[in-house]
């Protein structure tokens, strides 16, 4: 079965930085797309990035825009998202998402993933 393991959350105040990791197994794991997603109580779970399977197109939220960054080592089978200038409104839990696909189809679509990890709690302080 195929595995995701996000890792890198915290308790952060205003104003730093923050690197989620995702750790899948899977040797295809190269063949898909990968997405952050995020959770706050009492709302919706909402895109945050995507990256495509080479990782050379990536996809971003407009809230996060100019202070996330999705990058991918397909090498270590590993998904990062670093994230910079946090505010009090990123605090969620992360969630780190494998696409059904290996391009920009529905990227921003939690339906269009297939697998998801446990999450990683982002809590960030003002």
């Known amino acids: 079965q195929v595995q995701l393991v996000e890792s890198g959350g915290g308790l952060v105040q205003a104003g730093v930085s923050l690197r989620l990791s995702c750790a899948a197994s899977?040797?295809?794991?190269?063949?898909?797309?990968m997405g952050w997603f995020r959770q706050a109580p009492g709302k919706e779970r909402e895109f945050v990035a995507g990256i495509t399977g080479n990782g050379i197109t990536t996809y971003y939220a407009d809230s996060v825009k100019g202070r996330f960054t999705i990058s991918r080592d397909n090498a270590k089978y590993t998904v990062y998202l670093q994230m910079n200038s946090l505010k009090p409104e990123d605090t969620a839990v992360y969630y780190c998402a494998r696409s059904r696909y290996s391009g920009p189809n529905y990227y921003a679509n939690a339906g269009s993933y297939d697998y998801w990890g446990q999450g990683t709690q982002v809590t960030v302080s003002s």
């Open positions: 899977g040797r295809t794991f190269s063949n898909y797309a």
